[in-house]
């Protein structure tokens, strides 16, 4: 799944250029559209009374992104085990398709009171659309 992002002036840092920052604010952006995309919102999640909080964020940074470009993130389910999850991410500027960063994000599903929680049990539907999209990047 693509994810578009038009960088703006506010992300920008004293140099003129996206601060660092930002590209996992939009990894996380990506994320919430990549669920809306496979059909189970996260809204969905949160009103079913689940969270799911990043565990681990990794980013790599490439080439600088300036304010003003269109950035292209590319999403994809890189591991699912039913309570643990990964995605990964590729940043490019639209036009020239050039790689502005790569990541991953590790994330697990908990009920609001911080217990894990087994997303074939508590919310099936969700489980068969993560365990679809897993298989159909494959």
């Given at each position: 799944?693509?994810?578009?992002?038009?960088?703006?002036?506010?992300?920008?840092?004293?140099?003129?250029?996206?601060?660092?920052?930002?590209?996992?604010?939009?990894?996380?952006?990506?994320?919430?559209?990549?669920?809306?995309?496979?059909?189970?919102?996260?809204?969905?999640?949160?009103?079913?009374?689940?969270?799911?909080?990043?565990?681990?964020?990794?980013?790599?940074?490439?080439?600088?992104?300036?304010?003003g470009?269109?950035?292209?993130?590319?999403?994809?389910?890189?591991?699912?085990?039913?309570?643990?999850?990964?995605?990964?991410y590729?940043?490019?500027?639209?036009?020239?398709?050039?790689?502005?960063?790569?990541?991953?994000s590790s994330?697990?599903?908990?009920?609001?009171?911080?217990?894990?929680?087994?997303?074939?049990?508590?919310?099936?539907?969700?489980?068969?659309?993560?365990?679809?999209?897993?298989?159909?990047?494959r």
């Amino acid at each position: 799944m693509e994810y578009l992002h038009q960088a703006q002036y506010y992300e920008t840092d004293q140099m003129g250029i996206i601060h660092h920052s930002n590209y996992i604010r939009w990894m996380e952006e990506a994320r919430i559209a990549y669920m809306d995309e496979m059909g189970f919102p996260y809204q969905a999640v949160e009103e079913a009374g689940i969270v799911s909080p990043v565990l681990e964020v990794q980013c790599a940074y490439k080439a600088m992104t300036y304010f003003g470009e269109r950035i292209l993130i590319e999403v994809e389910l890189t591991s699912f085990k039913g309570v643990k999850y990964e995605l990964s991410y590729v940043m490019r500027e639209e036009k020239s398709r050039q790689v502005r960063a790569t990541g991953t994000s590790s994330h697990c599903y908990l009920k609001k009171d911080g217990h894990l929680v087994n997303i074939r049990k508590e919310l099936p539907l969700l489980y068969e659309k993560m365990v679809g999209a897993l298989k159909a990047q494959r």
